[in-house]
């Protein structure tokens, strides 16, 4: 099977306290800021191509979206949950 995505080039974070975001993801994973303006600062891996953008928010955003049947998380609580197979 061939690829059908060879990278993963953004990744789009909505944040309500920009300022606090941005220092936390730059101290978490030792990110450098490209780029800032009213509503976005864009973070990027030192060396590499994959872009961190933090999107400011009126307020917290779901951590989970629904697919009608399923509710899938963008978060978890326990990471066993990981090694559990979901059923297709």
Known sequence: MSKIVSKVSGIFIPVTDMNRSTEWYIK???LEVIQISEVCTG????GEATYINLWK?????PTQFDTGEDKIPY??????ILNTRMPL
């Open 28 to 30: 978490m994973f030792n």
């Open 43 to 46: 973070l990027a891996f030192p």
């Open 57 to 61: 928010v009126e307020r917290p955003q």
């Open 75 to 80: 978060i978890i609580s326990n990471r066993s």
